[in-house]
């Protein structure tokens, strides 16, 4: 079965080590719902129903816009946020507006990230563990690293194997 027909999330590799790579992230346009809850099971289901009912027509023209990966998470003690992709044909103003005023729309600034891979079905434990991983080896390198880590989901649900989950942070990096 091939899940691979989504468009991807842009981006380059600038630097690869065995365990983690860095990459740099074009401007890329968002549509965000923000939320007061503090895990990826929490958010996960709240997020992704306001931000599929906006792009299966859920806006001021009934638009149906793609699916596309990864789905972004930013889970921390105050204000977490759910973040879908929007098609790279798509600009800021050319999307239709939200029917849902908890939906907003933006434009991300390019950026270098560190980014940690790993299998499996995420959750608030692999998110957590993977974090620290990743925070460890930035630290050894002595790369540093700014704001929240993020979580970045690739797969449907119902894919079962083959299922890619990152983890990334925000760096101080030149090329």
């Not at 879908?84 to 999307?95: A, K, R, T």
Request: aromatic share 12%; charged share 25%; with cysteine.
């Amino acid at each position: 079965m091939a899940f691979n027909k989504t468009e991807e999330q842009a981006y380059r590799v600038v630097h690869k080590e065995k365990e983690f790579e860095i990459r740099f992230y074009p401007s890329a346009t968002l549509a965000t719902v923000n939320a007061e809850v503090h895990s990826y099971k929490e958010l996960s289901g709240f997020g992704f129903r306001k931000l599929a009912a906006y792009i299966f027509g859920g806006n001021e023209s009934e638009t149906k816009i793609a699916m596309t990966s990864p789905v972004h998470m930013d889970i921390n003690d105050s204000l977490s946020t759910m973040s879908f992709v929007m098609p790279s044909d798509y600009e800021l103003e050319s999307l239709p507006d939200p029917d849902n005023s908890e939906v907003k729309l933006e434009q991300t600034p390019e950026e270098y990230v560190a980014a940690i891979r790993f299998k499996g079905y995420a959750s608030d434990k692999t998110i957590k563990q993977y974090t620290e991983k990743l925070k460890q080896l930035l630290d050894a390198q002595g790369i540093t690293c700014h704001g929240n880590f993020r979580y970045l989901g690739y797969n449907p649900p119902y894919q079962i194997i083959n299922r890619r989950n990152e983890i990334i942070v925000r760096v101080d990096w030149s090329e």
